[in-house]
């Protein structure tokens, strides 16, 4: 069983540009999380889908960030315009129900310079 | 305010050595999951266990075992005749009852553990 798979595993942009995480969870997951860690900080909840749903967001910082799930099946993760605090790696997780544990991807390290 | 402390930043050991990570959390529920992940250099987090708050068994698991007590709000997890293989960074984290419908995680900041050849 593939586990889950994030896209890209390392980007690097400039402030101001805009970058797109992916992730596929596994299959037939309905749940799917965005977690992220800034530099030093804890691992942070962002937000759960429950197939293409969005259950809670309430971790998203601001509306720099939109998350998306078309057809319940990979996600998006767009930062736009992106600033330099919003360096970190950005984890993926996806269950098969809403009970844990989650199953987390490698992550996406992004760097905004 | 829920919180999990992991006061070591990071340990090292000489292989075949024993080593204990230590997780204090702060919740104010009584039902709830504590959990540890261990993060190779790979960099994904892998699932070790999970206990759930009403369960204070302790469980072993090959050279793994974890003492889970409430009296002092400790989760902690042991290493027994450590291997190089072992070196990752740790997590341990906590979530409570889904008030949103969402298992939301609380992580500590990762203990990192390096095993010396």
């Known amino acids: 069983e593939a586990g889950v798979t994030q896209f890209p595993s390392h980007s690097v942009i400039e402030k101001g540009q805009t970058v797109t995480l992916r992730c596929d969870p596994i299959?037939?997951?309905?749940?799917l999380y965005w977690y992220r860690r800034v530099m030093g900080k804890e691992i942070k909840f962002l937000l759960h889908?429950?197939?293409?749903?969005?259950?809670?967001e309430s971790g998203m910082p601001n509306n720099r960030f939109l998350a998306e799930r078309t057809g319940g099946t990979y996600s998006t993760l767009k930062v736009q315009p992106a600033e330099l605090e919003d360096s970190g790696v950005y984890f993926c997780?996806?269950?098969?129900?809403?009970?844990?544990?989650?199953?987390f991807g490698n992550g996406t390290r992004l760097t905004v310079t | 305010a829920q919180k999990v402390t992991q006061a070591q930043t990071e340990i090292s050991v000489v292989e075949k050595e024993d080593v204990t990570l230590d997780c204090v959390y702060e919740?104010?529920?009584?039902?709830?999951?504590l959990f540890w992940y261990k993060q190779p250099p790979s960099g994904e987090l892998v699932f070790l266990i999970r206990?759930?708050?009403?369960?204070?068994q302790n469980e072993i698991s090959g050279r793994y075992s974890w003492n889970f007590q409430k009296s002092t709000s400790s989760f902690n997890f042991t290493i027994t005749a450590s291997q190089v293989v072992d070196s990752a960074v740790y997590f341990c984290?906590?979530?409570?009852?889904?008030?949103?419908?969402?298992?939301?995680?609380?992580f500590g900041t990762g203990t990192r553990l390096k095993v010396l050849a």
């Open positions: 997780a996806s269950s098969q129900s809403t009970v844990p544990p989650l199953h």
């Open positions: 299959s037939g997951h309905d749940n």
């Open positions: 889908f429950v197939k293409e749903s969005k259950q809670d």
């Open positions: 919740t104010r529920d009584t039902t709830y999951y």
């Open positions: 206990r759930n708050s009403f369960d204070e």
């Open positions: 984290a906590l979530s409570e009852p889904p008030y949103s419908g969402t298992y939301k995680y609380i």
